[in-house]
Nanobody, 123 residues
Framework: QVQLVESGGGLVQAGGSLRLSCAASGRTFSTYAMGWFRQAPGKEREFLAAFSRNNNRYYSDSVKGRFTLARDNAKSTVYLQMAALKPEDTAIYYC?????????????????WGQGTQVTVSS
């Protein structure tokens, strides 16, 4: 069992930055693929970025060049640094852990989810 807790969300102006954190507890953190998703009101949950189990980084086209993944296995924490934020980035952001090999991009690839953190970008 893995417990995930996101933090770092908030209100920011367009063009600003935020860093989200996802702290994990439970089983061996370093063996999991870790992903970030978001869900805006009335929309489906969207894959943003992930570390694969062999620690490669992958980004969706919608965030590539603006969002950056980082991982600290000693702290069992994964980060999503977000820059050049736009109003359309407003959503609840979730981190998730997966035992899937390769690049887990789908909801069903993930075994554990955090509760989410709200990010609101004002224009």
């Amino acid at each position: 069992q893995v417990q995930l807790v996101e933090s770092g969300g908030g209100l920011v102006q367009a063009g600003g930055s935020l860093r989200l954190s996802c702290a994990a507890s439970g089983r061996t953190f370093s063996t999991y693929a870790m992903g970030w998703f978001r869900q805006a009101p009335g929309k489906e949950r969207e894959f943003l970025a992930a570390f694969s189990r062999n620690n490669n980084r992958y980004y969706s086209d919608s965030v590539k060049g603006r969002f950056t993944l980082a991982r600290d296995n000693a702290k069992s924490t994964v980060y999503l640094q977000m820059a050049a934020l736009k109003p359309e980035d407003t959503a609840i952001y979730y981190c998730a852990a997966s035992q899937t090999y390769g690049v887990p991009r789908r909801d069903r690839d993930y075994d554990y989810w955090g509760q989410g953190t709200q990010v609101t970008v004002s224009s």
